[in-house]
C-alpha cells in the first residue's frame, strides 16, 4: 500500500532491513538477515485512555510498516516514539499523525513520550511474525536503537541524576515567601480567582533546575485563606503542554466533573465552600499524579478555625518531594519531572515550598519572645513530615482539624504539656506555635532524617 510521504504528520523511517548497526530511525531493522519484502502493512491505532488500541501490531518479517495514529482521547495530547530519532509530533486531542516505522524484521515496542504515559501503560507492541529475535543488529546482540530508559532502572539508590544539593545560593536568589498574610475577609465571602497551568523552569534547589509544571507559574501553587463558610470559586485554565486538572481537598464536591482533567487551551470551573477548618491539600489529579503532584502541582487552602489567636509570625511551609531526570542541574538543561522514580518514591530533594534548602540561604525570622504560628502541609507526592523546630518546644499543636495540644492543655485538660514534632502523612496538614526566649539560629527540618538531609532544612532566625 503506497503512502504519499507529504502527507502532513509523516515521519520516514531513515534505513532500510540492511541498514546497521541499528539506526535510531529504523529501531526493526534487524541485522539485515531478512530481506525487505517490498510491501507495506499499514495499520489505524488509536491513542485512548493511557493506552493503545490495538496494543499489539503484528507485521510480517520483512514488511514495512506505517502506522496512522488517532487521539481519540478528549483531554490529553498524546504521541508515538520507537526511538529518540523516530517519533510523531504530539497529538492534539481530535487529531491524527502518520509514521513510517521502516522494514521491520525485530520485535520492540514503542510508547507515548509525555511524562508518566509510558508507565501508565502506553506501550505499542510491535511483533515481527517470522522475524528475527529482538534486539538483533549487524553490530551486537543488543537493541541500541531504542535510547529511551526502561521503566525502573533508575532512582533505586537514590540521587543518581547528578543533581548537586547544597550548591551556595547565587547572590539574586529568592526564597518563595513563606508568610501568611492576616485573614482580613470577613466571613461568608466568595473567593474569585483563576489559577493558569504552566509549565515553566525553576530552581529546586540553588542552582539545579528542573521543568516544572505549575500552578500561576509558581510552587508551591497561591495559597488560599479564608474562614470556615466562605466560597471559592476558581477557574482552571489549562496552558500546559498536556492534560491538567485540580483537586480540592477544602470542600466537598462529586469528583466527576470538578476534577477532570482538561486539555491544553481547555478551561473550567471548579467552586466549593469550605464548611471545615484544616490546612488542606490540592493538586493536579491527572494521572499519573505522583508525576503531576512531583512536578510542582500542589497548593494549599488555609481554613482558619474560629477564634484563632492573631499572632506575631505566621508561615507556611509545604514539604514536597523533587525527582529528578539524569542530568538535572542547568537552567537551561532543565528537563520535567522523573516519573518512573516519582513512581518509585526515591526523591532526589526534599523540600520546604518547592526548594532544597532555600530557608538556609534565606532565612525565616522572628524576634525573642515573639509567638510564632508555622503552618505545615506534607504535600508529598509520596512523603510525609515529622516537623521539628531544633532548640524549641510547641506548646501548640493542631492537626488535621483540631488541637492535640493548645498552650500546653489537651483534650482532657491535663496542663503543662509540650510536643517535639508534628507528625503529618501524606497530604495531611496542622500548625505548630513557639516561643523562643534566646537569640540563635533554629533550624526546621522533618525529623525524618534522610529526608532533611535531601533539603528539607531550613533556618528560623531569632534576634
Ligand atoms: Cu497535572
Known amino acids: 500500500m503506497a503512502v504519499d510521504p507529504s502527507a502532513a504528520g509523516l515521519v520516514t523511517a531513515g534505513g532500510t532491513g540492511t541498514s546497521a548497526p541499528a539506526d535510531p530511525k529504523a529501531p526493526f531493522a534487524g ?7 517490498g510491501a507495506t502493512t499499514t495499520v489505524r491505532v488509536e491513542a485512548r485512555d493511557m493506552s493503545f488500541s490495538p ?5 510480517p518479517a520483512g514488511n514495512r510498516l506505517v502506522i496512522e495514529l488517532v487521539n481519540v482521547d478528549t483531554k490529553s495530547p498524546h504521541d508515538l516514539a520507537f526511538s529518540g530519532a523516530l517519533k510523531t509530533q504530539r ?15 525485530t ?3 514503542g510508547w507515548c513520550t509525555i511524562v508518566g ?7 505499542l507492541e510491535i511483533v515481527a511474525e517470522g522475524g528475527e529475535a529482538p534486539g538483533t543488529t549487524a553490530a551486537s546482540g543488543t537493541n541500541t536503537g531504542t535510547s529511551a530508559k526502561t521503566p525502573g532502572t533508575t532512582g533505586a539508590t537514590g540521587n543518581d541524576a547528578g543533581m548537586r544539593l547544597g550548591q551556595k545560593a547565587s547572590a539574586d536568589f529568592r526564597a518563595v515567601d513563606a508568610t501568611l498574610p492576616p485573614l482580613t475577609t470577613p466571613a461568608g465571602t466568595v473567593h474569585t480567582l483563576t489559577l493558569t497551568v504552566e509549565e515553566v523552569v525553576l530552581e529546586v534547589s540553588p542552582g539545579v533546575w528542573q521543568k516544572r509544571w505549575t500552578y500561576n507559574g509558581q510552587v508551591p501553587a497561591p495559597t488560599l485563606h479564608g474562614r470556615v463558610g466562605d466560597t471559592f470559586e476558581v477557574t482552571l485554565v489549562n496552558h500546559g503542554s498536556m492534560g491538567h486538572s485540580i483537586d480540592f481537598h477544602a470542600g466537598e464536591r462529586a469528583p466527576d466533573e470538578v476534577m477532570r482533567t482538561v ?3 481547555g478551561t473550567l470551573t471548579y467552586r466549593f465552600t469550605a464548611s471545615r477548618a484544616g490546612i488542606w491539600m490540592y493538586h493536579c489529579s491527572t494521572m499519573p499524579m505522583s508525576a503531576h503532584i512531583a512536578a510542582g502541582m500542589h497548593g494549599a487552602v488555609v481554613i482558619e478555625p474560629d477564634g484563632l489567636a492573631p499572632v506575631a509570625r505566621s508561615y507556611v511551609l509545604e514539604q514536597s518531594e523533587v525527582y529528578a531526570a539524569p542530568g ?3 537552567r537551561a538543561e532543565a528537563s520535567d519531572v522523573d516519573a518512573d522514580k516519582a513512581a518509585a518514591n526515591t526523591p532526589d530533594a526534599v523540600t520546604f515550598n518547592g526548594i532544597a534548602n532555600q530557608y538556609d540561604a534565606r532565612p525565616l525570622t522572628a524576634r525573642v519572645g515573639e509567638r510564632v504560628r508555622i503552618w505545615v502541609l506534607a504535600a508529598g507526592p509520596n512523603r510525609g513530615s515529622d516537623f521539628h523546630v531544633v532548640g524549641g518546644q510547641f506548646d501548640t499543636v493542631w492537626s488535621e482539624g483540631g488541637y492535640l495540644l493548645r498552650a ?9 504539656g509540650g510536643a517535639q514534632v508534628l507528625s503529618l502523612g501524606a497530604a495531611q496538614g496542622g500548625f505548630i506555635e513557639l516561643t523562643l526566649t534566646e537569640p540563635g539560629n533554629y533550624p526546621f527540618v522533618t525529623h525524618a532524617m534522610a529526608d532533611a538531609e535531601k533539603g528539607a532544612h531550613g533556618i528560623l532566625e531569632v534576634r
Not at 91 to 105: C, L, R
Request: avoid cysteine; charge should be negative.
Open 31 to 37: 541485522s539485515g538477515a531478512i530481506a525487505p519484502t
Open 55 to 59: 496494543s499489539t501490531v503484528s507485521v
Open 91 to 105: 497529538i492534539m486531542p481530535g487529531k491524527s499523525a502518520t509514521i513510517d516505522v521502516g522494514v521491520v524484521t
Open 107 to 109: 520485535s520492540g515496542e
Open 117 to 123: 504515559h509510558r508507565q501508565m501503560g502506553m506501550v
Open 263 to 265: 486539555p491544553p487551551g
Open 328 to 330: 538535572a542541574g542547568a
Open 408 to 416: 500546653g492543655t489537651d483534650a482532657f485538660g491535663s496542663t503543662g
